[in-house]
């Protein structure tokens, strides 16, 4: 049946991983780039009371394991008759949005910190509001300090979507473990997904370093 | 002088034509007679540091005030409230008719009518030169990209360097940075020109580019506070000099009246510190 009928069911589930850790990744990374964004300009921009919330956000998430994390939204979200949730996903993807927001975060802050405020002040004489001071001005600039870092964060995001498959989403890596049972030990699933990891995250890091070298513009 | 034939820079009555129109229901009718900027009673603190002292001074429609003083007496303040990147603590500033203590004043709104040019020129390095000109008139002014890039060349044209549109702005001398920062002013329309030591961090023999765009400038009947220790600029252009220290306005009086002849003891002891080199 369709696109991969003529394979086998461990090469099937195997791409059902590969698409699973692909989505977690994408998902992940898009809510937590506009979480990070938000949370960063808050930060910096915020009265006293939003700019302690945001640092209490960064801290905790930071600061808690990323598989304690993701458990608690399974938990949560779990209907009453279950005690975990029916939509593993789900769970995953808020999960690893907010715990990499809180990287994002900081992150950004730091680039709209590196951008001169002289910068912004002569943006606002123009007669531009603060928010197109923003995103005309502050962060097209601080995109380029940004990207380095932001590059590594989404390689370990990749890595990190490992962990979902201790909620029950079937990732890489927990399709791995299944199709290891049903071979009996076989050890060349681990090894294929090692090779499925670096096929997103080689690219990526390429891709950072090209985006960087594009970005780049003398001072 | 010659410039005034070269640099046609709009007239301030078209300005307020313009305006008029723009601003229909908006009733102020004094706007014609007022003065353009009133400043009275200003104080400004930091903390405990009092950076402007009871500051008061009005600045006509077409009238050049250069402002000079020491560092420190409170001169970048001064303009800094006149566009509200200060807010006054006491006193009332009122710009063309805007209270700038009402709490429903739009800054957005006042500060499209208030070109600034600073010390360090602040372009956009992100953005080529005719960007960095065209974004506010297309973002503020919500002018479509010809148009705006349209009265962008015009303007780099008048400050003399339409070759550089393309150019980034370290590509540039900082000459022609504070060149195209004036002509990013000046394509918001403003009826106010402010200018904040706009020469000071310039090599001497780019001094004289900046300033003789500022000349045609008030020749063409800007509105313009410029802090500037530019003694001959003061002379040929201004319509009265205006000293600070510490925070409060010494002395006030024609260029002529100004350096021939200072009344107070203050300003005579700092025209000596500057004038001897
Ligand atoms: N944002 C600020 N916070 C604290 N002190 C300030 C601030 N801006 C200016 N000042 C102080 O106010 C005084 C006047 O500053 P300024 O207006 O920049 O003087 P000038 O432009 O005449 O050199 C200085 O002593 C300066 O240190
Ligand atoms: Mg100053």
Redesign the interface.
């Known amino acids: 049946m369709g696109l991969f009928g003529g394979l086998d069911a461990n090469s099937q589930l195997f791409i059902q991983g590969y698409f699973t850790t692909i989505t977690l990744t994408v998902a992940a990374l898009g809510s937590a780039l506009v979480i990070g964004t938000v949370a960063a300009s808050a930060r910096v921009w915020g009265g006293p009371v939003v700019q302690s919330f945001v640092r209490g956000y960064v801290e905790f998430f930071r600061n808690t394991p990323l598989l304690v994390q993701l458990l608690f939204y399974a938990v949560l979200l779990a209907p009453a008759n279950l005690n975990i949730t029916r939509d593993p996903m789900v769970a995953a993807i808020i999960g690893l949005s907010i715990y990499t927001g809180a990287y994002v975060t900081e992150v950004v802050r730091s680039g709209i910190i590196s951008v ?1 405020p ?2 912004i ?9 603060q928010l ?1 001071a923003l995103r ?2 502050v962060l ?2 601080a995109i ?1 300090t940004v990207i380095p870092p932001l590059g590594n964060l989404s390689i370990a995001l990749v890595k990190n979507t490992a962990i979902a498959g201790g909620i029950a989403a079937t990732d890489l890596l927990k399709v791995a473990g299944i199709i290891e049972s049903r071979t009996g030990g076989d050890f060349t699933p681990y090894i294929a997904i090692l090779v499925a990891y670096w096929t997103l995250t080689l690219p990526l890091a390429w891709a950072v370093s090209r985006l960087e070298r594009r970005l780049a ?3 | 002088m010659g410039f005034r034939a070269l640099l046609a820079f709009p007239a301030p009555m078209n300005q307020d034509a313009r305006t008029d129109i723009g601003s229909a229901g908006v009733s102020r009718p004094d706007t014609a007679v007022r003065p353009m900027i009133e400043a009275r009673g200003v104080d400004k603190r930091f903390g405990s540091f009092q950076a402007l002292r009871r500051v008061s001074l009005e600045v006509g429609r077409g009238e050049v005030v250069v402002v000079i003083g020491p560092s420190g007496s409170g001169k970048s303040t001064l303009l800094r409230c006149v566009n509200r990147l200060e807010t006054a603590d006491s006193g009332e500033i009122v710009v063309d008719g805007r209270k700038l203590s009402d709490p429903r004043l739009d800054v957005n709104e006042l500060r499209r009518e208030i070109g600034v040019v600073f010390q360090s020129f602040n372009l956009f390095p992100h953005m080529t030169v005719l960007q960095n000109l065209m974004l506010a008139p297309m973002r503020v002014r919500k002018l479509d990209r010809a148009a705006a890039e349209a009265r962008a060349r015009k303007l780099l044209d008048k400050v003399g360097i339409p070759e550089k549109s393309d150019a980034r702005p370290t590509q540039l001398s900082g000459g022609q940075q504070q060149r195209v920062a004036i002509a990013r002013a000046l394509c918001m329309e403003p009826k106010i020109m402010l200018f904040d030591e706009p020469t000071s961090a310039l090599d001497p023999e780019m001094i004289k580019e900046v300033l003789d765009v500022m000349m045609a400038l008030a020749h063409d009947g800007m509105t313009m506070m410029v802090v500037s220790h530019e003694m001959g600029f003061a002379r040929e252009v201004a319509d009265r000099v205006v000293f600070m220290d510490q925070g409060e306005i010494v002395e006030v009086g024609t260029p002529a009246e100004f350096f021939q002849d200072p009344e107070q003891e203050r300003t005579k002891r700092f025209l000596n510190t500057i004038l001897r080199h």
């Open positions: 001169d002289r910068q002040e002569a943006a606002r004489s123009l007669g531009l509001s197109e005309f001005v097209p600039q380029r513009f003398a001072r």
